[in-house]
């Protein structure tokens, strides 16, 4: 795949590579998207996204952020090939990920093995870390969710749709993600109105840390029992009381991991703290997941508000 050289395609173009747009791959706040293929000599499948809220973007605006975005370059971000930005029509061209979202293979019928749950984690700490700290202009993704993850041919994660962000105005993106079906994994400075930073990203990735540990959504009103509906407070109980094998008590290899199945746990605990400036940043986020920093034990999180 091209990187560096985003090619700028026709809507035609893309309009034959999906076959009139025919099958659909997933559906998002932003927009729809497609697969595709692309009519060259190795023909590589594409994954189009039709965005549908640009909201008073200029053209020069779309493609200078797009240019941004694709000058972007990480084994654990999904890579933008190309775009078309044509009348009323702004669609982003993207990689093809053949093993699909992160929701499917940790929500679906069999239970992802622990090593892999792990190394999902991982991927994603430092995908974000490239987004935040590596890349030529800071981007802060704001939607960070297992939808939101793909997984490639080797199941190696990568973080897709991290460009919307800045190709969203800031008072715009606010108002969507307040209204988005992904409150549960929304930090709560988006509801008070406060300056918006890259902790926004540390505390929707604390919350998936967590689905990833217990294979289990972040709110599951079929709970067993009542005080497991919301799973961070559950977790929080569970540290607190000693008893985090409740979390992982079907998963055979996680128990015989109790060590980093604790240290996670803590991680999570950390990232999710109401207060931003106690969050780390991924930087240590990725450290305290390896093991090469301490981790201590987070504060109780009494003065959580469930956000659901």
Known sequence: M????MQNFTYSELERATGGFKEEL???AFGTVYKGVLANEDKPLIAVKKLDKMAGEGDKEFNTEVKVIGRTNHKNLVQLVGFCNEGEHRLLVYEYMSNGSLANFLFGDSRPNWYRRMQIAFDIARGLLYLHEEC?????HCDIKPQNILLD?????????FGLAKLLKTDQTKTTTAIRGTKGYVALEWFKNLPVTTKVDTYSFGILLLELVCCRKNFEINALQEHQVVLADWACDCLK????????EEDEEATEDMKTVERFVM?????????PSLRPGMKKVVQMLEGAVQVSIPPDLSSFISTI
């Open 153 to 161: 041919k080797s199941f190696s994660a990568r973080i897709s749709d």
């Open 2 to 5: 091209p990187d560096m050289n």
């Open 136 to 140: 030529s202009s800071q981007i802060i």
């Open 267 to 275: 991680v999570a605990i950390w990232c999710i703290q109401d207060d």
């Open 26 to 28: 997933g559906r998002g």
């Open 241 to 248: 009381e000693g008893k985090l094998d409740l979390l992982v």
